[in-house]
Every structure is written in C-alpha cells, then in structure tokens.
C-alpha cells in the first residue's frame, strides 16, 4: 500500500538533519541556496525576459525633444542682399560646472570675453554699455569712461560671484493653487516665491527649517523631512551664462575650446619630456589644467530655436514662433501653414550621467522636410535705421507710442515699417515684466502715464495673478483716483503695454487721421472737376449747424488769421482750413464723395498678407449726419490704419492708380516652385492730370504751410501734417482737461521727390507731451527719415 506524503513529516524530519550539522554547514547550506537563487533570477532577466529589460534601459536613457523647428526661412529684400530675419537654428545655450577642475581666473576671463562678444560686437557703445548694464544687474552710465576693460572687469566681478554663491533656487511644487497662494503669501517668508504658479524655495533665506518644513506638511503633506532636505545648502553644479547665443558668439566660443583644449595637450606632453620620471602623467595632467584649462568648466546645450538676427527692429513685422511650435502674429502668423510642414522630434541617448551621447541622436527624425521659404519687400537697412530714429523721436516727444510705414508708390512695396514701443520675438515672454511706478521718473503719473495700463496689487478684487518682487499676487487695472493717489503704489508694463506690443499698429489700428485727410477732399474735389487750385472761396472762419429748437454746433478753423476771407483752396489746404474743407465736399455731395472714399481703399482691408489686419466700415452716406459729412472732409468721424493711408497716398503720388500694397516679394516651395509677386493696380481712382495738381498744393504746402517743418533742403517734398483729438467715451479728451498735451494724435503724410517720387511715408505719434501738434512732432520725424531716404536712394538735389 502507497504511503501518502505528509508535509509535517517532512518539516520535522528537516529540522532534525539541520540540528545535527554545526554552524559552518548551515552557512555553508545558505550560501549554496541564495547563490542558486540569484542564478535562476539572472537567468530570467538575461534570457527569459531579455528583450523587456533591454528596451526598458533603453528608454532610460533616451529623452525624445522637439527638433529645431522645419519651418521656411524669412528674408528681408533681395534688393538689400536678401538678409535672412527668421531662421530656425541651434542656439547654443553656455553653461558650467562650477565643481570641475581647472582655472578659474581663465575661466572667468574667457567667459567675460563671450559676454562682450555676445552684447557688443557690431552693436553702438551705448547699446554695449545698456545690455552689460542688464546683464550684470549694474548701474552704467558714462559712455566715455567705460573702457572694455572696465566692462570685462565688471563682468568678471558678477559672474565670480554667481559662481561662487550657493543654489538659490529650488523647485518645491507645481500648480500652486490660487488659495494656497494666499496662505503662503501670509507667511511672509522671503525664503519662498513664485514662478507662474510654481513654488520654489531659496534656502540661503530660510531661518527655521523645522517650521518652515511643518508648515509646507501641514498644507501640502509629504514628509516634514522630505520637504527639510530641500533647504539644505548645496554648491551651484549648472549656471547658465548665456542662453540663445548667437551665431558669432558660439563660433568663437567653439574656437577658444578648442585652441584651450590644444594649449593643454601640447603643455603636457611638452613637460612630460622635461620631466624625466619626476611626476606620473596623471600628476602633470592635474598641474596643467588646475593653471591653465577652462574647458572642463564648460557645457555647451543644444537650444533649437526660431532664431530673427534683427530683434527689435523687425519683431512686429515676423511675429514670434511660441513654446509649442506655432507661429503668432506677423508674417509667422500669416503663414503658419507655409511655412511649417510637419514638426520634427528626434530621440536623444544619454550616458549614466544624462549626458547626450555624440553619434546616438538617431531613430528620431520624423520629418525633414522644410516648409516654405518667404523673402520680404522689406529692406533691411531701411528698417533698421527707421526702428532706431522712430524710438529717438518717441522718447523725444515723451510720447506714448509712434509708428511708421514707408511704401514704394509705384509698386505698393512695402519697403519699412516701425511701432515703438516694440518688442524682442527672441524673447517675446519679457512683454509679461511689470516694473514699480517710481515718482522721481513720473512727477505727475496721471499726466505722464495717460494712456499706459497700470496696476495695483489687490488681492481680493485682483482679476489676474502674477509675479512681483519674487511673490505671486493678484493684480487689477488702476482707477484714476488710484492713479492720482500718490501713496499707492502702482506697476507698469517694462515695454508700456504688456502683450499688446504683439501687435502691429500700422496695420491692427486704427486712428482718426485728422488734417492730412484734406490731401484726398482736395484731390477728389479737383478730379470731379468742382475747384482748381487757385480757386476762391470765401471763409467765415466757421460753419454753423442749426438743428433748431436753439442747439447749434460750429466747426472752426485753427488758423483763423491764414483761413478767414477771401481764399484760395491752395491757401485752405497749406494753412489746414476746415471750413475750405467743408466747401470742397458740399460742391462733390455725399454720393460721389463716398464713391471716392472707397476707392481711395476706405471702408475695406487691403489684404495685405500680415496677421491681425483691421478696418473700419464706412456707412452708406444715407446714414451720415451732416455733422458727420463735413467732419470727415477734415479726416474726423473716419478711421483708418496706417496701411490703408500709405496705400491712399501712393495713389495721389503715382498718377492716380490704386496700387495693392503688399509685403511678400517671393515664396519658395519645397518642391522648387518659386512664386513671385507682381505690383498689381486695381483701379484708377483720380486722373493723372489731377495726380499731378494734388502733388504741387501738396509741395506748396511743403514750401510755405503748417507742412513746412517736413521739407528736405534741397529737395520737392509733398506732405501734409494732421493733428487729431483723442476719441473718449463718443467725444474728445481735451474737452476734459485744461491742455491738450498728451491728448492728440499727430500725423504726417507725404511722399518725395514730388514729381518722381521714391517713397510715401505716414508718421503717426501718439500722445505727445512736448507740443501738441504736427508741425513740431510728425513733421520733424518725416523730414529726418526723408533725408535719409534720399540720400539712401542717391536722389541729386534739386539745383
């Protein structure tokens, strides 16, 4: 009979064998068993579940990134070399290590000298001198007395003290909600700040670990000594000195590692053959670059970027690509579908360290086809110069903002265009800055920031949350008592207005263009053959709307003692009469005066080929009231953006043809088909021969006018200057204040040479607070720019 197995039989005759053995056979048993079991396990992970485990490591250490962006590249004209103003490229980021070996006096120099080369080569002293300035958190001022080695020095003495200074920032928790905000920002721990709504933490500042480290518990939970480790002191192993270098800086950044790294190796093997035995290699290896080697200090990231070589001078005309890939505003906004394809990733390998491993980047290329290539009828030189002058006038007029748009009249060629304030798409996240409002710049904010959005901190009412001085507060728009209350402190935009530096106001603006309107009243008066320029009329100095029931209201000349009397309509257009104005279009009428609106490109886009692009409708003139009708005779109660201005007054300066303004010269596809834009007139708006009537009132007006301060010694100019009031709440500002500074818009429209003409420009500047009208602002600003222009073209003078 077959005996069954019991298992407590078994168990007891085991333990009675392992009581017979002594302590050197027990051991000698667990040794066997524990090395049979890690065998079997080997086994498993090498053979069995090879393939698992493999990818597994694999995907350690691979990272998959968003590849440098395939989108086409942006040029300015090819009649200014073709300059290349958006490019997506790898921008090196440079970087140490603080804790490696070497020389840290050659370090610190080396790296002063990339800084030089990053802020001031190719770039004016005092741009040099601003952008150390910001670098280095420092005061410079004196052109004169700082010498580039005062600079380096400067620089030296910063980054020596980053260096050496311990990590200042730790990240503790993201997503802060908004309610433990409030609780945090109730500690009043300046240990602790914000980044968006990111918690971090610098533990220089922090005085009690224990109940700081309670409190973080208490609110977010975790363990209290978990959250205490994050506060220790620990020495900088990463500092990022200059991130998105540029072209020229990373070509001599690779060229001074690469000569340092040859000075080392030819040092060493030049005392190893002095050395007769003396020092092991390692021990002269050591000596050598502890004296002379910066390269081990050195990281060089990869930073794929949208790269535009021009900043701020071009910004508003590109646009930006943002975080995730997609183009806004400008040409990139425009054009997101043309110019990007597909968005390429690839896959990165990285060592034990998380360091990318050379020759590894593979398996990752999804794409590499490139989108369309746009070159632009900017020119670049132009651009640059116009930015540069257009932001000198603007501070000069201590103005809000100016804009300027230069068009070839022949073509519609955009050929410039300029906002200031303006913005930087290398760094289009800093519009976001929000600066103290300090009272020894603004005496009078209420006066000097008219105009500008500004803040107070209200944690209660705020309506957005942002970071000032290191906390995340809630913040609201200023009320005017707020404004003129002294003892509050308010913000401002760094940039004056935030995000809406985004946005190009030549063409995303509109504006009532005021005086230099009366060039198209005159223009349409002479081409319906109603008046010729040395017409009279008689000038009352006003005119009278009577609605009866005793409500009157009257428009009125400025220069009364030019307008009143017997005039003629040149005298009405050089000395801006609006009661001549008035004249001109009740002899026309209403219908073929909004005939001649239109055509002229009122009421409708110009389509040009820019993101963001407004307009204004005009109403059948049915609907116009009478005040209406000779109000926008004189450029009021109609509005317009820059672009349609410019278009209009190409058409007076080119013999009478509405020509299509655009801005793209060419595209370029990837599969080679290469598209080039043709100058397109759409319609004949006036005659030639009343082209050329306008053009001669208008460099009269030049010559002896309001216009006069726009003129070129040397040279027929044909311009107008216009000054409007401010709409406010369906009236005008200054009727609510005792001056009108600050409160106007002034503007000037013109084109040279008169009869030949190269280029029109419109200037518009907002919110002056030196002069309040066009003769002293837009005028001076257009005469600057023309002679530029005609020296540029090499336009002879005029004998």
Not at 215 to 220: D, G, H, P, Q, S
Not at 225 to 230: D, V
Not at 558 to 575: D, F, I
Not at 664 to 685: A, C, F, N, W
Request: one cysteine or more; glycine letters at 8%; a positive charge.
């Amino acid at each position: 009979m077959q005996q069954k197995f019991s298992f407590s039989l078994f168990f007891s005759r085991l333990i009675r064998y392992f009581q017979k053995l002594d302590r050197i056979g027990i051991i000698w048993y667990i040794i066997v068993i524990f090395s049979i079991v890690m065998l079997s396990v080997t086994f498993s992970f090498t053979v069995f579940q090879h393939e698992y485990y493999t990818q597994k490591a694999a995907a350690q250490q691979k990272r998959v990134v968003k590849n440098a962006i395939s989108r086409g590249t942006i040029k300015s004209s090819e009649a200014s070399l073709a300059g290349v103003i958006g490019v997506s490229t790898n921008l090196g980021t440079l970087a140490i290590d603080p804790t490696q070996k070497g020389s840290k006096d050659k370090l610190l120099s080396f790296l002063a000298d990339a800084v030089l080369e990053e802020f001031c080569t190719h770039k004016s002293d005092g741009e040099c001198i601003s952008s150390i300035s910001n670098y280095t958190r420092s005061k410079l001022e004196d052109e004169d007395g700082l010498t580039k080695n005062i600079l380096k020095k400067t620089i030296i003495t910063y980054l020596k003290g980053r260096m050496e200074s311990p990590i200042e920032s730790v990240f503790l928790k993201k997503n802060v909600g908004n309610e433990d905000i409030e609780i945090i920002n109730s500690w009043d721990n300046e240990a602790l700040f914000f980044v968006v709504n990111n918690l971090y933490v610098n533990p220089t500042k922090v005085q009690n670990k224990s109940d700081l480290g309670y409190k973080l518990t208490e609110l977010f939970g975790g363990e209290q000594e978990q959250w205490e480790t994050k506060f220790k002191i620990r020495k900088k192993q990463h500092l990022e000195i200059l991130r998105k270098m540029s072209i020229g800086t990373r070509d001599m950044v690779n060229l001074a590692l690469e000569e340092n790294d040859t000075l080392v190796e030819n040092m060493i093997e030049q005392k190893l053959s002095k050395n007769k035995g003396i020092l092991t290699k390692k021990e002269v290896r050591e000596d050598i670059i502890k004296n002379y080697a910066f390269y081990p200090f050195i990281k060089i990231e990869d930073n794929l970027v949208r790269y535009y070589p021009e900043g701020n001078a071009l910004g508003q005309i590109t646009g930006f690509v943002d975080n995730e890939g997609l183009g806004r505003y400008g040409i990139e906004g425009y054009f997101e579908n043309e110019l990007q394809k597909e968005s390429p990733t690839r896959t990165i390998t990285k060592d034990l360290a998380g360091r990318p491993l050379e020759g590894y980047a593979s398996g990752g290329v999804l794409s590499t086809k490139n989108g369309t290539n746009i070159t632009l009828t900017i020119d670049r030189n132009v651009q640059k110069e116009l930015t540069k002058r257009l932001e000198g006038y603007v501070k000069r007029f201590r103005a809000n903002e100016g804009s300027v748009i230069v068009m070839d009249p022949k073509t519609g060629a955009i050929i410039a265009m300029a906002n200031y304030p303006d913005y930087d798409p290398n760094n289009f996240t800093d519009v976001h800055e929000l600066e103290p409002v300090i009272y020894a710049r603004y005496k009078n904010p209420a006066f000097d920031l008219f105009g500008f959005p500004l803040f107070v901190i209200d944690s209660k009412n705020g309506t957005t949350a942002t970071n000032i001085e290191g906390k995340r507060v809630k913040i609201r728009e200023a009320t005017l008592e707020e404004v003129e209350n002294f003892a509050i402190q308010k913000y401002k935009y760094k940039n004056g207005y935030g995000v809406g530096n985004y946005k190009n106001n030549i063409v995303s603006s509109l504006y009532e263009p005021g005086s230099v309107f009366k060039a198209f009243t005159v223009a349409i008066g002479i081409d319906a053959g109603e008046i010729k320029a040395d017409d009279t009329y008689y000038d009352k100095n006003y005119v009278e709307l009577d609605y009866g029931n005793g409500f009157k209201q009257r428009i009125n000349n400025l220069a009364r003692s030019k307008c009143g009397g017997w005039h003629t309509y040149q005298n009405a257009l050089s000395w801006s009469c609006n009661v001549g104005m008035v004249n001109i279009i009740e002899k026309v009428g209403r219908s073929l005066f909004e005939d001649y609106l239109r055509d002229f490109g009122f009421g409708v886009k110009t389509n040009i080929t820019l993101d963001g692009e407004v307009f204004s409708q005009i109403a059948p003139n049915e609907k116009w009231s009478r005040m209406q009708f000779f109000t926008m005779s004189f450029g009021q109660g109609i509005s317009a953006t820059m672009v349609q201005m410019a278009a209009a007054y190409s058409t007076l300066a080119n013999g009478g043809v509405y020509m299509q303004p655009y801005i793209v010269e060419s595209m370029e596809y990837p599969d080679g088909r290469k598209i080039q834009s043709i100058p397109t007139p759409l319609r004949r708006v006036i005659s030639e021969e009343s082209s050329k009537a306008i053009t001669a009132m208008l460099v009269q007006g030049v010559r002896r006018g309001f216009a006069s301060a726009g003129g070129v010694a040397g040279y027929a100019v044909a311009g107008k200057t216009g000054t409007s009031q401010i709409p406010y709440k369906g009236t005008y500002e200054n009727k609510y204040f005792r001056q009108d500074l600050g409160h106007t818009t002034t503007s000037f429209g013109g084109y040279a040479p008169a009869y030949n003409p190269k280029f029109v420009m419109i200037v518009r500047i907002t919110r002056p607070r030196t002069e309040v009208y066009a003769e002293k602002t837009a005028s001076a600003m257009f005469a600057n720019m023309a002679e530029y222009l005609l020296k540029y073209y090499k336009v002879p003078q005029q004998k």
